[in-house]
């Protein structure tokens, strides 16, 4: 039975907090989709999306308008077209993202993940097709996401992948120059990617997954912070029970919202991801929660602990609210869409290597970074690889979405708008990881994959 104090408390959580419904995002299967011609291939895709998720639109915002609860974004992923034109005897398929942007346009939709390929044991044609096709592909369309998996736990580190995508970032970078190199904004490299995750820009929809699925996002920082202001001064484990009981209220509503989602559009539900992403909104900061519990500003010393207590206790909590939990689930640290990690970052306490050591315990990892416009690709991939390491050893998703601005330097700042927000140029190492990174290869899985 739902207590009045309970609608109470989720309302005020809704008007004073910015506890939303980041994402309804709809998965769609293109694996029937498949064509010698990319331009047939094209408009297959167009079709069956458009035919899959005309209603999804619509259907988030009567759901908004009747239980008052705000849907931030509708998003659409799909499959990884590096699958999808296998077939292809194009040389690009660059036609195929195409179609996706126009697909995501007569849908309504914000954003469309899978413009994606899973190369972490190796690289087939479609794969070096689709990855050498994403500078162009994200210049050309608006709402395209791409994302390129190049590691895993039972895998290993493709690093000939990790030296193509350093500089596959740099291209895209320059090919979007004038708007600060937006691209990067829409290009995640992975280690250990999901197949559930509704989040972009790494959303994509696994090839083990229904025709057609809802998965929904869940974000609520400030409503942790908030929760956090009436424990000021209490020990850990009052935090970290605090932090619990928060994360399954919010997980509950974003359950209500799938299980409505799933029913209204016939479409069977997915998971809820529970992660707490934040916004470039003042109290809706990730960085915030970090510093309610005690630390002057975030990226001081003790960081890493209460980010792995918060990152804990928000899956714990929404393991009580949901058995459906999946996608990413935790806590993100984007640089350019927390206000918060942006004052750290411009103070000087928040750096790239504090961020690295972060990752290790928060969802994903190294998130909407600035970095100067002249660090070189091999340096890219350092970073790509690094992270990938982290993800690897310690079984987890890690990521890297970084933008090497052009014509920026250390001081300077990007601005994207909206969710994306603005990010001021972090430096980076200066000593050169070329011949590292022209070694190629693989780095061999660690032992502890070796379990059946």
Do not use: W
Request: aromatic share 2%; net charge negative; proline share 4%.
């Amino acid at each position: 039975m739902i207590s009045q104090e309970n609608v109470l408390q989720t309302l005020a959580m809704i008007d004073n907090q910015h506890l939303d419904i980041r994402t309804v995002t709809m998965g769609v299967s293109l694996l029937d989709c498949c064509d010698e011609s990319a331009a047939r291939c094209a408009e297959k895709l167009y079709e069956k999306i458009c035919r899959s998720a005309e209603k999804l639109v619509p259907t988030g915002e009567a759901i908004e308008r009747e239980f008052g609860i705000p849907i931030v974004n509708k998003r659409i992923s799909v499959t990884p077209i590096a699958l999808v034109g296998g077939c292809c005897k194009d040389e690009t398929l660059v036609e195929l993202a195409r179609g996706m942007d126009r697909a995501a346009k007569a849908c309504g939709v914000d954003f469309i993940g899978g413009f994606s390929a899973l190369v972490q044991k190796g690289c087939s044609d479609a794969d070096l097709k689709l990855i050498r096709s994403i500078p162009q592909a994200l210049a050309e369309t608006d709402i395209v996401c791409s994302s390129v998996n190049v590691g895993s736990t039972k895998a290993g580190i493709n690093m000939d992948a990790v030296r193509m995508m350093g500089q596959v970032v740099k291209e895209t970078a320059e090919r979007t120059a004038d708007r600060d190199g937006l691209g990067c904004a829409k290009l995640v490299v992975f280690c250990n990617a999901v197949e559930d995750n509704p989040f972009m820009a790494g959303a994509f929809h696994g090839v083990t997954e229904s025709d057609t699925v809802i998965n929904v996002g869940v974000s609520g920082p400030g409503v942790v912070c908030h929760a956090l202001e009436a424990v000021r001064g209490e020990p850990f484990d009052v935090v970290a029970e605090t932090v619990k009981k928060t994360a399954f209220r919010v997980t509950r509503m974003g359950q209500l919202v799938a299980h409505e989602a799933s029913k209204r559009l016939g479409v069977p539900f997915g998971i809820v991801d529970l992660s707490l992403a934040p916004t470039p909104a003042i109290g809706d900061s990730v960085a915030r929660i970090l510093e309610e519990m005690g630390l002057e500003t975030c990226g001081t010393h003790g960081t890493t602990a209460a980010l792995a207590l918060l990152n804990d206790a928000v899956k714990k909590g929404g393991v009580m609210a949901s058995s459906n939990v999946g996608g990413l689930s935790g806590a993100f640290i984007p640089v350019s869409e927390d206000e918060g990690m942006i004052a750290a970052a411009k103070s000087g306490v928040l750096c790239l290597d504090k961020l690295e050591a972060m990752t290790c315990v928060c969802s994903v990892g190294l998130d909407m970074i600035a970095v100067p416009g002249d660090t070189p690709a091999e340096t890219l991939s350092a970073i790509i690889a690094d992270e990938a390491a982290i993800g690897m050893i310690n079984n987890k998703t890690t990521a890297v979405r970084i933008i090497p601005a052009p014509g920026k330097q250390v001081g300077d700042a990007v601005t994207f708008g909206g969710l994306l927000g603005s990010a001021p140029v972090m430096p980076v190492h200066k000593e050169s990881a070329v011949e590292f990174i022209q070694r190629g290869g693989r780095i061999p899985a660690p032992i502890h994959s070796l379990k059946n």
